[in-house]
C-alpha cells in the first residue's frame, strides 16, 4: 500500500550475507511490481519487475519473489556489497496511472 | 532506456522567490509524469500527476497555486515552486511513466534561505 511521510525501516548486513527485504501491498488488484534502489541524494532506480503471473524472477543477484495470497513481495540480494547500501522501495501497480509505493527500507551493508 | 532528467540539480534561493524544475524524459515519450517530495530518511511523498495537454492532478494537501506544474510537451514537464520559503527545502523527484513503469529522475535538491 502507499505510505506516505513515514520514517524508514532499517536493515543491517554483513558484507556478503544475503538481504532479504520485505514488502505488503494491499491491492489485490495490483498486477505489476516493481523495486527500486535510491541511493543517498539520488532519484530512485529500477531494479527488477515481475508481473502477477509469476512467483519468482531473478536478475543479477537479485531475486524478487511474489506471494499473492498474502500480497507480499519480497527481494532477495546474494553476496551483499557495500554499493548495495541504499533505500530499496517497492511498487504495486493496477494499470492507469495508479502506482502505490512501499515505505522503503534502509539497507546498510557492513564491511 | 527510460532515462529521465532533471534540471537543475540543486538550486538555492531566497524566500519569497519561486523557483522552476524541469523534468524530461530523454529517449521516450512520456504522457504523465508524477512530482515526489522527499524529506530526508522518509518515504517518496507524491505531489501530483502531470498529464500532457491538460491540468495536474494534485494530491490532497498540496496546494495547486504554490506547486505549478505544466506538462507541455510529451518530454518536459516543470514544476513551479512559488514564493518559496524555508519549509519548501526538499528533494523533489519527477518521473516519467514508460509502458507500466516508472522512471525517476536523479532529483532536484532546493535550499530556501
Avoid at chain 2, 44 to 52: F, K, Y
Amino acid at each position: 500500500g502507499e505510505s506516505v511521510g513515514l520514517h524508514l525501516p532499517t536493515l543491517s548486513v554483513q558484507e556478503g550475507d544475503n538481504s532479504i527485504i520485505n514488502c505488503a501491498y494491499s491491492n489485490s488488484a495490483s498486477d505489476y511490481f516493481i523495486w527500486y534502489k535510491q541511493e543517498s541524494g539520488k532519484g530512485p532506480q529500477f531494479i527488477i519487475d515481475i508481473r502477477s503471473n509469476m512467483d519468482k524472477r531473478q536478475g543479477q543477484r537479485v531475486t524478487v519473489l511474489l506471494n499473492k495470497t498474502v500480497k507480499h513481495l519480497s527481494l532477495q540480494i546474494a553476496a551483499t556489497q557495500p554499493g548495495d547500501s541504499a533505500v530499496y522501495f517497492c511498487a504495486d501497480f493496477e494499470g492507469g496511472n495508479q502506482f502505490y509505493f512501499g515505505t522503503g527500507t534502509s539497507l546498510t551493508v557492513i564491511p | 532506456g527510460a532515462v529521465v532528467s532533471q534540471h537543475p540539480s540543486r538550486v538555492i534561493c531566497k524566500s519569497g522567490t519561486s523557483v522552476k524544475i524541469e523534468c524530461r524524459s530523454l529517449d521516450f515519450q512520456a504522457t504523465t509524469m508524477f512530482w515526489y517530495r522527499q524529506f530526508p530518511k522518509q518515504s517518496l511523498m507524491l505531489m501530483a500527476t502531470s498529464n500532457e495537454g491538460s491540468k495536474a492532478t494534485y494530491e490532497q494537501g498540496v496546494e495547486k497555486d504554490k506547486f505549478l506544474i505544466n506538462h507541455a510537451s510529451l518530454t518536459l514537464s516543470t514544476l513551479t515552486v512559488t514564493s518559496a520559503h524555508p519549509e519548501d527545502s526538499s528533494f523533489y523527484i519527477c518521473s516519467g511513466q514508460f509502458q507500466e513503469t516508472q522512471y525517476f529522475g536523479p532529483g532536484t535538491r532546493l535550499l530556501v534561505l
